[in-house]
């Protein structure tokens, strides 16, 4: 049963990904990566991580790909005539893949196997990943909340439409503030919108 | 019956390769950041297969990192994208050339 699960979900993985690399269409594509991403969750599950499994369903499947579709939307974007670079590229694209192939295989059997035993109630258990992230792995989590936080800003920052917004942002607080030397700073940035824009 | 490990390595060896060959190959540069994402799930899949064989949860807590940070990486990719876009009306990778040269 569990072999059974594995080989259909990792054709369907592998089987998809190939789907989001040659699609034509960036919509296909995108919806495709979303196959790939359950299929991977799913063998998470079978690996004795459910909850990384449940994130992945969230996190990727849900929020990550949305955000794709919402900016292929947003740009409408056509499928291109040829998705592809020149033949040249594609076939040393292609060799180097083998050759990739080649290295992470004799890598990964070099390392050797032991027989791993069944998962226990105790290797799954979520209480114990909590445990040893809020103790042991705090700082990096802190971390990571620190680094969504950069990105948030600095995604709108990026997103943001020239001209268009500096004149709002710095017209509100002009009007609103007090005359003196405040109003003078206000000043500046009312005219430094206005020459960005 | 249990599934080796080395199955699990080997799928993710196979996404990994197909990832490559996508961020190679696409002109598209949603198209590059999907095969990117590709690449992402298969180094999570090799991690977890890991901490599966070495019977530790380390590798389950870097797969929790390495899905925050492809989060943060999209969403500032996407609006760099949104942002070449605006001036560009392409995002095709091989006619931007603002850091060529």
């Known amino acids: 049963m569990e072999k059974l699960t594995f080989f259909v979900f ?19 594509a995108t919806l ?12 998470f599950v079978l690996l004795g991580a459910p909850f990384l499994g449940a994130l992945q369903v969230l996190v990727y499947a849900g929020a990550i790909v949305v955000l794709f579709l919402f900016v292929i939307m947003l740009l409408n974007i056509q499928s291109e005539e ?3 670079g020149a033949g040249a590229q594609r076939w040393v694209a292609l ?6 192939f080649g290295m992470l295989g004799l890598g990964f059997w070099r390392g050797g196997f032991a027989s791993v035993g069944p998962l226990t109630a105790e290797s799954v258990s979520l209480k114990a990943l909590a445990e040893e992230l809020f103790s042991r792995y705090l700082l990096p ?4 909340g620190l680094l969504l936080l950069v990105a948030v800003i600095g995604a709108t920052v990026a997103a943001r439409r020239p001209g268009e917004d500096d004149e709002k942002s710095s ?5 609103a503030s007090p005359p003196g030397p405040l109003s003078v700073t206000g000043e500046g940035e009312r005219f430094q919108g206005g020459t960005s824009s | 019956m249990m599934v080796p490990v080395s199955w699990y390595l080997t799928l993710a060896a196979a996404l990994f390769v197909v ?13 590059i950041f999907l095969s990117i994402e590709v690449m992402l799930n298969a180094a999570n899949l090799t991690l977890v297969a890991y901490a599966r064989q070495l019977d530790q949860r380390t590798g389950q807590l870097l797969v929790f ?15 760099l994208f949104i942002a070449v876009f605006r001036q560009r009306r392409t995002i095709d990778v091989n006619r931007i050339n603002l850091m060529r040269w």
Request: glycine fraction near 10%; avoid cysteine.
């Open chain 2, 65 to 79: 990192f390495v899905i925050a940070v492809a989060a943060a990486e999209a969403a500032v990719g996407l609006a």
């Open chain 1, 141 to 144: 989590f802190e971390i990571v």
């Open chain 1, 32 to 43: 495709s990566l979303v196959l790939t991403l359950f299929s991977t969750a799913v063998l």
């Open chain 1, 171 to 175: 017209d509100v607080p002009f009007e």
């Open chain 1, 95 to 100: 060799l180097g893949a083998v050759i990739l």
């Open chain 1, 10 to 28: 990792a054709g369907l993985a592998l089987g998809s990904a190939i789907v989001v690399v040659v699609h034509r269409s960036p919509v296909y």
């Open chain 1, 82 to 84: 040829s998705a592809h």
């Open chain 2, 19 to 31: 990832g490559t060959v996508g961020a190679l190959t696409r002109r598209n540069g949603i198209g």
